[in-house]
């Protein structure tokens, strides 16, 4: 192995200040706008997936991303999609047509509503997820005062 403690040493001070606070929000509703709109195959299983990125913009977490993953093949998961979309506003004639309204999607401000799902796995063991959930779409962020989170 080889030992690279002296050429590393130079950046422990930023290490230290360096927060992670560009991902994950503790359970709560946020105001939020989206930045990403895309179709793209989901990491996991190749099927097509409704991928949107959300920035917070107000409260303790103001900056961090959240991720917001809907399966577009799996029919039992389609009403998350059309959820969404109609809290978006948007009404698409048909699935195959959505990529048409991704840019109607961008720069939204939303409300969304996180919350940790708590399960065992099949091996006993303790796991967890995060839900997500758009609850409105605001017009602008006048609800928003200075920092603070308006929930």
Do not use: C
């Not at 929000?25 to 930045?35: H, K, L």
């Not at 399960?119 to 962020?141: A, C, P, R, T, V």
């Amino acid at each position: 192995m080889n030992n690279f403690e002296n050429e590393l040493k130079a950046l422990d001070q930023e290490w230290n200040d360096f927060s992670s606070v560009e991902f994950g929000v503790n359970d709560g509703n946020y105001i939020a706008t989206i930045n990403t709109a895309r179709v793209q195959p989901n990491t996991f299983s190749d099927e097509l997936e409704l991928f949107l990125e959300l920035i917070v913009n107000a409260g303790e977490y103001k900056g961090r991303r959240i991720f917001i993953h809907r399966p577009l093949e799996d029919k039992k998961k389609w009403f998350l999609v059309k959820k969404d979309l109609r809290v978006l506003g948007i009404d698409i004639p048909s699935i195959s047509k959505i990529e048409n309204y991704l840019n109607q999607m961008l720069d939204a401000i939303v409300e969304v509503k996180v919350e940790t799902k708590n399960y065992k796995n099949k091996k006993g063991e303790n796991k967890s997820y995060q839900n997500y959930e758009l609850i409105s779409k605001l017009d602008n962020l006048m609800d928003v005062k200075g920092d603070e989170q308006v929930f």
